[in-house]
Each structure stands twice: as structure tokens, then as C-alpha cells.
Nanobody, 120 residues
Framework: QVQLVESGGGLVQPGGSLRLSCAAS????????MGWYRQAPGKERELVAA???????NYADSVKGRFTISRDNAKNTVYLQMNSLKPEDTAVYYC??????????????WGQGTQVTVSS
């Protein structure tokens, strides 16, 4: 059984920073891409940032220059450093690993979500 466990969310003032972490555990052979999505109330879930096992990244236009995604392949962990946070960044942030290879095949896994609130 594979689990993605997120941590690092919370309440922060505009202009502040937070760092999210997501650790994948279980009988994992390999993970290719990992990413972060977010969903604000009344809105659809959207991709925030993604990173391949080789380190290639892509970002939503709304977070470019403010957020940085990174990963530690040895720990099956992905991070999201969020700087210069804005109220519109408020959302539940979800970790996603769409290509997790285990003994029975390749599967898509999601974390449980962590709340990020940007407010004064």
C-alpha cells in the first residue's frame, strides 16, 4: 500500500513563506513525476508545479518566480517552497504522484491535502 503524506500547511500573512513536504511510503520501485495541485473553495483543482525524476520542472503562470518545487529521490519526497504568498494562494494543496511503480503495476496516488491560508 502506497501513501502520500503531506505536511507544512498553515496560516501565513501576505508576503510570507511556507514550505510543503510530501513523502511517499510503501513498496515503491520508482516514481517518475511528482507534483502539487491546489483547490480553492468553489474552484477546480489546478496544477501548481510538477517535477520529473530527472529534475525537469513546470509551474503554473500564477506562481512562477514565487514557488519552487524540488525533490529528494532517495526519500521519495517532494517539496514546494512558497514565497511572497498572496491571499489568492489560499487553497487546499494536494500532492500527486501519477506514475508510481509497485509490484503490481503503475498507479496514480494522491495525498490527503493540506490547507494553506494567506491572510492578515
Amino acid at each position: 500500500q502506497v501513501q502520500l503524506v503531506e505536511s507544512g500547511g498553515g496560516l501565513v500573512q501576505p508576503g510570507g513563506s511556507l514550505r510543503l513536504s510530501c513523502a511517499a511510503s510503501g513498496s515503491i520501485f520508482s516514481i517518475n513525476a511528482m507534483g502539487w495541485y491546489r483547490q480553492a473553495p468553489g474552484k477546480e483543482r489546478e496544477l501548481v508545479a510538477a517535477i520529473t525524476s530527472g529534475g525537469s520542472t513546470n509551474y503554473a503562470d500564477s506562481v512562477k518566480g514565487r514557488f519552487t518545487i524540488s525533490r529528494d529521490n532517495a526519500k521519495n519526497t517532494v517539496y514546494l517552497q512558497m514565497n511572497s504568498l498572496k491571499p489568492e494562494d489560499t487553497a487546499v494543496y494536494y500532492c500527486n504522484a501519477p506514475t508510481v511503480v509497485v509490484t503490481t503495476g503503475e498507479y496514480d496516488y494522491w495525498g490527503q491535502g493540506t490547507q494553506v491560508t494567506v491572510s492578515s
